[in-house]
């Protein structure tokens, strides 16, 4: 007699309960080795057991996170020091999105001008996971100035560009912004209440431009505008940062003007440059 076969079924096949859990387990090692990586991209460089505590990664398991980074040249181990730091090729993957970013293409010409005219260094950040990342920086001659590396992240209600980029998001986004945010004192000047942050932001919409200060760090202020895309949606921010004494209230106004220009034709730039491409 012949036997009555039965139909192939088409689809994706079921896991087994092993095989989904590894699959599982690789989105988890991946999210833990992106950690490893952001948190030496913030420190620059650490121990192990560094890594470990801040991650909150086990050892053993931070370590193997590590030597299979080395093996792909994303990391490297001074095995002098006993600190790992960040490899050639995580500085290769970083600079294609440098390389590709209209944004960086246009606003350094922009900030240096900002600089002279201010006098005061000049800054350009975006929004990054939820943190404001600093992608450049030019520094003022003045020997007392705000100075730090490329990639650094900060808190959003610290900052002038973080206020500003805030208080340009529409009133959806920002709720959803908002809502996972702690608001960190880092100074006793910090805005630590979210209806007070709020009205901040609303007095930062009506000006055109937010003031950090002395909320991030004591004795320094910083003035910053939001840059638009050619859609209008806000994409970034720039200021200019300072010690108090060379940011006094009555000068606040004149170097406002002088931001949300640089802003502005930053804004206008990328508008051309996306018509373009």
């Known amino acids: 007699m012949n036997e009555t076969k039965k139909p192939l079924r088409r689809g994706r096949p079921r896991l087994k309960a092993n095989e989904e859990k590894a699959e599982v387990s690789l989105v988890v090692a991946l999210d833990r080795g992106i950690q490893v990586l952001i948190c030496l991209a913030d420190r620059r460089c650490a121990t192990l057991a560094e ?85 450049v920086q030019v520094e003022s001659e003045n020997p007392i100035r705000a100075s730090f590396k490329n990639g650094t992240a900060a808190h959003f209600h610290t900052s002038g560009v973080g206020k500003a980029i805030m208080a340009f998001m529409n009133e959806a986004a920002l709720e959803s912004f908002l809502t996972p945010q702690i608001l960190v004192q880092q100074t006793p000047n910090s805005i630590t209440d979210a209806q007070e942050l709020k009205a901040e932001l609303c007095k930062t919409r009506e000006r055109g431009w937010a003031l950090d200060d002395e909320e991030r760090f004591l004795g320094m202020r910083c003035i910053a505008a939001p840059i638009f895309d050619s859609l209008g949606k806000v994409v970034a921010g720039v200021s200019v940062s300072g010690p108090i004494a060379r940011f006094p209230d009555h000068k606040l106004e004149g170097l406002a003007t002088l931001v949300v220009k640089a802003a502005a034709t930053i804004s206008d730039k990328l508008t051309h440059s996306s018509a373009g491409s």
Not at 66 to 90: F, N, Y
């Open 51 to 135: 890594l470990a505590k801040i991650t909150a990664i086990p050892a053993a398991t931070a370590h193997r996170l590590l030597t299979t980074l080395q093996q792909r040249g994303m990391v490297i181990h001074d095995a002098e020091k006993g600190k790992w730091r960040i490899g050639p090729q995580s500085y290769r993957i970083g600079s294609t999105f440098e390389e590709g970013s209209n944004l960086l293409e246009v606003a350094p010409a922009v900030m240096r001008l900002l600089s002279e005219e201010t006098g005061e260094t000049a800054n350009l950040a975006v929004e990054e996971g939820g943190l404001l990342l600093f992608l």
